[in-house]
């Protein structure tokens, strides 16, 4: 079994900042893809950012930063300038190759609530 855990989320004011981690952990081989989605309140989820070994894919341009640090198979999302759209449930995902057997994963965490409001 693959789990992906995510933390970092909370109530922030309008304009703050907030860094949100996922770390995946278990029956891993390796990681191929890592990506945030958020799911705002009454709205389908949708891609925020995923970073792969082709590079950087954003879907929030300019105040939202993904990284990783593959030693921990961990991903970040610093997300700055919040607005109260950016309000939602910001879900991780990891991909890649299971330890034994040698199958791919697909796995999503519980995900974490990220309020925006003053």
């Known amino acids: 079994q693959v789990q992906v855990v995510e933390s970092g989320g909370g109530l922030v004011q309008p304009g703050g900042s907030l860094t949100l981690s996922c770390t995946a952990s278990?029956?891993?081989?390796?990681?191929?893809?890592m990506a945030w989605s958020r799911q705002p309140p009454g709205k389908q989820r949708e891609l925020v950012a995923s970073?792969?070994?082709?590079g950087i894919r954003y879907s929030v341009t300019g105040r939202f930063t993904i990284s990783k640090d593959s030693d921990k198979n961990t991903v970040y999302l610093q997300m700055n300038s919040l607005k109260a759209e950016d309000t939602a449930v910001y879900s991780c995902?990891?991909?890649?190759?299971?330890?034994?057997?040698?199958?791919?994963?697909?796995?999503w965490g519980q995900g974490t609530q990220v309020t925006v409001s003053s």
């Open positions: 995902n990891a991909q890649g190759v299971r330890e034994a057997p040698r199958t791919r994963f697909n796995s």
């Open positions: 278990g029956d891993i081989f390796s990681i191929d893809f």
């Open positions: 970073i792969n070994s082709s």
